[in-house]
Structures are given as structure tokens and as C-alpha cells.
DNA sequence: AGAGAATGCTACACATGCGTAGTAAATGGA
DNA sequence: TCCATTTACTACGCATGTGTAGCATTCTCT
């Protein structure tokens, strides 16, 4: 009988770096999905795409960075989603109007791309501190604009708590729409709205 | 010269197994307020509390124990004070007592007792099933019992959407003012609570 | 003082994750 | 066909955390 001779590994099929790079996003965006944000390791997404770790470190270098990446990818994405439901041009609408489009718009965005949007929703722990510094920037940029709107629409009120108070219940209500979308539908979310909103401006 | 003769670790005071165990869960609660749920280890608590890792074996069978002990020292701490600061007994009240006598109360409440809340507050994502599914459970029950006062109050409302967004306020703003006290006083949050209701019941 | 119980420590084996140096295979062009 | 380049793998050393077995120390009670 001849040597030992141990198994070696299968070689994955090459793929260039550019798509590699593509390909480990994802898998970071898989499992952060699937695990959560403690799931994420180079070691976990190098598995999850049936490849060893140096292979990950050829594409990036090391996690903050990937995840960064990942973030310039999916950034873009959300925002651009975000500003395209919450009716900024309407400023001159009357507040009933707003929500009566902005929530049944914001409940059909999380719905049609639930992978972004919990991963952005999910409060993001432990994640090295370059990604929750930035998460947490985009947030303030994102109340900033709450707090304008509600500035514009309600002259007089404290509009710094209740930018707070409208993002903290969208944050909540996104996830609790990506958890049950059966149990709360945009109807249901909007009606509930329309009756606290309606009842501000008489 | 004698042999090398390593240096043995200096006896830390021996201390019997009852107060040994409520010393290393006060050694995981400062863990956790000051390094969050992450930081939380069996190692971390030996270290904290200057012993070795089998010290903490002996008092418990591994963290996820370790922890629920914690729960149950913090839980009965925290339903008592929160359920003080909530007027339950007062159903029969106008929304606007209810709340300008809450919002103080509540305000008061996390202030007196920081690291007890802000253990509760912060998202334990990580945490032990036991321990998240345990948080969860607690949240729910209190989530429950704004339902009913909703019901009572506001007949005809979505109770159980209101009560998923009056928890998601009280959960955001404790935060906030854990975070900042200065800027997010009583008076503050009580005068914004009070437009936002007042409005409601005309 | 002395024995035994209670408490603490050392040391080991194991597991997971990081990051890198060196080597092997696949691929595309001369 | 053969070589250079690109891509992937093996193997190591380091660090931190787990859980346990066995030894050392201290305390208490007689």
C-alpha cells in the first residue's frame, strides 16, 4: 500500500477577483441574514462560499474592510430606496397626505428586498466600529431630514424628540413587518397611522 | 539559589459559594454595562472579580446559568420599579394624566438605577437563547398589559399596534436618556408627550 | 493542634478565529 | 507545447475562550 497520502481539498472553481469580490459580499449578506451580525467572519463567509480564508484575504483586507465594501454596496441601494419613498418633495403636503403615502410605500420597500433591510434594521452590535460609526451616521442624516420635515410641517413643535419618535417607530415597525408581513399589512400600519397623525392637525 | 520555582498566583479571599455567586453576577452586570453583551465571558467574569475560571464553575454550570441567575436578581428589581412607575391603577384617568405623570416617573426610573436599564435596553442580540427568548417574554407581558390600558383608554384604536409603538418609544427614549440626560430632561420628553397626546383626546 | 471540608489554583486538551509564508494547480498566450 | 500568471490550498503560529482533573491552601470545629 502506498503513502498516507491525505486528501487534498478539491480545488473551487476559479473565478476572477472582481467577481469574487461580488460573490463574498453576498455570502457576508447571506449569512448576516441568516446568523445575524455576530455570524460574520472571515473564516464563516470563506466557508460559506466553499473556499479557503487566504482566498478571502487576496479579495479584501480582512473584515472591516469587507464589510465596508459591503456597505458601499448596499448604502447606495437603501438610501436611494428610502428617499424614494419618504415623499421629500411633498413638504408642502399636509401631514395626513405624507403618511397616507409614505407608509404604505416604506412597507412595500422593506418588503421588496427584506435581505438589505434587516441587515440594516437589526441592531448592529458588535460590528467592527468603522461599520456602526457609519451606520449610525446615516441614521442621523436620515433623522436630520425627519426633523426638517417635521419642522416644516408642525412650526412649534419639538421637532428634535420627534424625529426621534417617528424614526425609532419606523425602525420598529420594519422590523416587525419583515417578521410577520402577514399580521401587519400596510393597510392595517396605515390606518393606525391616519388615526394618531389625523388627530394632531385638526 | 533554590529552583525557579514559578510563582503561584496569590490566593484571592476566600469567600463562601452564596456570596461568591452574587459577586460574579455583579461582576457580569458591570461587564455588561460596560462593555455590552459581547464582553460577557466566563473569562471576563473570573477576571473581573480577580479569580480563576473553575471559581466561576463551581458557582454555576457555564454562562447561560450565569445568566439567567442575573435575570432572575435584575427581573423582579425591574417589573417592580417599572410597574411602580406606570399608574396602572390609574385606568379610570384622562390619556393626558396618565402620561404627564408616566413620562416623569419612567424618567426618574431609568436614571435611578442606569446599569439595571441599560442592561435591559440594549438589544441583547447575542445573548443565550435562554436568556433573549427570557427578555423577550418579559417584553411581551409588558407589551400586553399597554395593550389593555390602550383598549381602555382609546376604544376603537389598533390597541395592538399602539401598544407595539408606545413600547418601541418608551424602549428608544430610555435609551436616549441613558445616553443623554442633559439634553433629553423630563421636563422636555413630558412637554413633547403631552402635544402628542393632548391632541389625540380633544 | 490536627483532621477534614471548603475553597482556590495549575495545567491540560480542545475548539474557533486570525493572519501569513510557502506551495500547488489551473489557465491563457507565445 | 510549454511557460508565466493568476488563483487556490496547506500549514503554521498566535490569541482567546471552554471545560475538567488533580493538587494546594485555608478555615473551622473538635
Redesign the interface.
Known amino acids: 500500500m502506498s503513502a498516507p497520502a491525505r486528501k487534498r481539498r478539491p480545488y473551487a472553481p476559479r473565478v476572477p477577483m472582481a467577481e469574487r469580490r461580488e460573490q463574498l459580499l453576498d455570502a457576508a449578506l447571506t449569512i448576516i441574514d441568516r446568523d445575524?451580525?455576530?455570524g460574520v467572519s472571515i473564516d464563516a463567509i470563506a466557508r460559506e462560499v466553499g473556499v479557503t480564508r487566504p482566498v478571502v484575504y487576496g479579495a479584501f483586507d480582512g473584515l472591516g474592510p469587507l464589510l465596508t465594501a459591503l456597505l458601499d454596496r448596499q448604502q447606495q441601494r437603501a438610501i436611494t430606496q428610502l428617499y424614494g419613498a419618504l415623499p421629500l418633495t411633498a413638504l408642502a403636503s399636509t401631514p395626513l397626505g405624507i403618511v397616507e403615502r409614505a407608509v404604505p410605500a416604506l412597507h412595500a420597500m422593506v418588503l421588496a428586498d427584506p435581505v438589505t433591510w434587516r441587515a440594516i434594521l437589526?441592531?448592529p452590535?458588535?460590528v467592527p466600529d468603522v461599520v456602526r460609526e457609519r451606520i449610525e451616521g446615516d441614521r442621523t442624516r436620515v433623522r436630520g431630514t425627519l426633523q426638517m420635515m417635521v419642522a416644516a410641517v408642525l412650526p412649534g413643535?419639538?421637532a428634535e424628540?420627534?424625529a426621534?419618535?417617528v424614526l425609532?417607530?419606523l425602525?420598529?415597525?420594519g422590523q416587525?413587518v419583515l417578521a410577520e408581513p402577514e399580521q401587519?399589512s400596510a393597510e392595517?400600519?396605515t390606518?393606525?397611522a391616519r388615526?394618531?397623525i389625523g388627530?394632531?392637525?385638526?
Open positions: 445575524g451580525y455576530d437589526r441592531s452590535a458588535n413643535a419639538d424628540v420627534l426621534h419618535a425609532a417607530l425602525d420598529h415597525f416587525l401587519f392595517r400600519l390606518a393606525a388615526a394618531m388627530a394632531w392637525i385638526p
